[in-house]
């Protein structure tokens, strides 16, 4: 398996930007898609972006599109989440998640296909 740790997350005033880094390790990272996905207090996990392992694809949940951009440099084996126009909603812990299947047409939302996961990092959002 492949092991993640994410960063870069922080406490951001609203409509501001934060990137977040996830760092791989072990299993040829470039052969997975990897996803991104929060958590906030109280609440299940959700998915946030993905993106196929030549970073030719990309998926967004409707809560991302137009502010998130994940993208990846599987030369140094890490995957980026640049957030922008952040809110209060957007407060949670972050987490990184890699793909259990190398090498799929399409990334997806749901947390079954992922089988490494980083310990997260937050992300708070002042008002």
């Known amino acids: 398996q492949v092991q993640l740790v994410e960063s870069g997350g922080g406490l951001v005033q609203t409509g501001g930007s934060l990137r977040l880094s996830c760092a791989g390790s072990g299993r040829t990272f470039s052969d997975y898609a990897m996803g991104w996905f929060r958590q906030a207090p109280e609440k299940e996990r959700e998915f946030v972006a993905a993106?196929?392992?030549?970073?030719?694809?990309?998926n967004y949940a409707d809560s991302a599109k137009g502010r998130f951009t994940i993208s990846r440099d599987n030369a140094k084996n890490t995957v980026y989440l640049q957030m922008s126009s952040l809110s209060p909603e957007d407060t949670a812990v972050y987490y990184c998640?890699?793909?259990?299947?190398?090498?799929?047409?399409?990334?997806?939302?749901?947390?079954?296909?992922?089988?490494?996961w980083g310990q997260g990092t937050q992300v708070t959002v002042s008002s």
């Open positions: 993106i196929i392992w030549n970073g030719g694809s990309t």
């Open positions: 998640a890699a793909d259990r299947s190398p090498r799929r047409a399409l990334s997806s939302r749901y947390e079954r296909n992922y089988i490494s």
